[in-house]
């Protein structure tokens, strides 16, 4: 009999535009890697967790509905180990997550957090916003609409006003920073960074990657931007975690986004079995 036991929370498809297949396929490799280490993984749905068909006390969760991360919260408040905790999943939704990595000096984008049924030309002009990002702060993004570039204020308020005609209450606009964009995934209290340049590898979700194009071939600190992406999972409480940051011209990083357990697509091999012992050397210390 398996000594550890695992329930395994695959992400519901709405949450996983563009990228069911990858999703899947990273949740699918990681469950293997484990169960070659002698664990017992049971695979739910989302659906199974919210009607209480989850018995298992050390949960791998990928979910992202909003019912799902408050029994993810009750789980872990009544003792359970989940990777990613329900709370850094939380965290990773626009708002909180600028909250926080402002709070904890990541560097990041300088941004407002706005009702979206406010006036904003005024700030942002005061702020010398121009091109910029508006993105929904209330949740997860399901829809292309849900990550909006922007090119002046008049824009901004317009795109707005459409996010409050769809019911999204809150937004953050972050300025759009000039310079390489690149994607990064990494495993906490592993060896595992993986990053690259996703325009020139044609890896997209939303197509939003053609807005800063092809990369120049910026130079950076590459130990510097694992030291940050590294501080910002610590700091949103998550352990499987990619992202998005710019590489600026005079060589300054900054992360623009930060997801829970994205697809790692294009190093998919090569992660799973990191994100395996990821959570089997957590189950190992729990259980103790």
Known sequence: MAEIKIAGIMRAGAYSPNHIGNDAAIFNATTEHLRKRGCEVKVYS????????????????MCREQRSIEILQQLEDAGALVINS?????????????????????????SLMVNTNEGVKDALEKAGFTQAWIKRGDFHAMHKEDVSYVRHPQEAQEVLQEYFLRGIKRAVINRHLIGDLIKFYGVQGTDFFFWFYPFDEGHSKYGHEAINGKSQGLSFDQDYLKQICREAA?????????????????????IIDFNDWPSFAPCR????????????????????
């Open 46 to 61: 989302e659906e199974d967790l919210n009607a209480g068909r989850v018995d298992e006390k050390i949960i791998m969760a």
């Open 269 to 288: 091999l090569k992660a799973a079995p990191y994100i395996a012992k990821c959570i089997l050397n957590a189950a190992k210390q729990w259980k103790k």
């Open 234 to 254: 610590d700091a949103l409480d998550v352990r499987i975690y990619g992202g998005d940051c710019i590489v600026s011209p005079d060589g300054s990083i900054r």
């Open 86 to 110: 329900g709370y850094g999943i939380e965290n990773c939704t626009r708002e909180r997550m600028t909250r926080i990595l402002l709070g904890s000096n990541i560097p990041y984008p300088e």
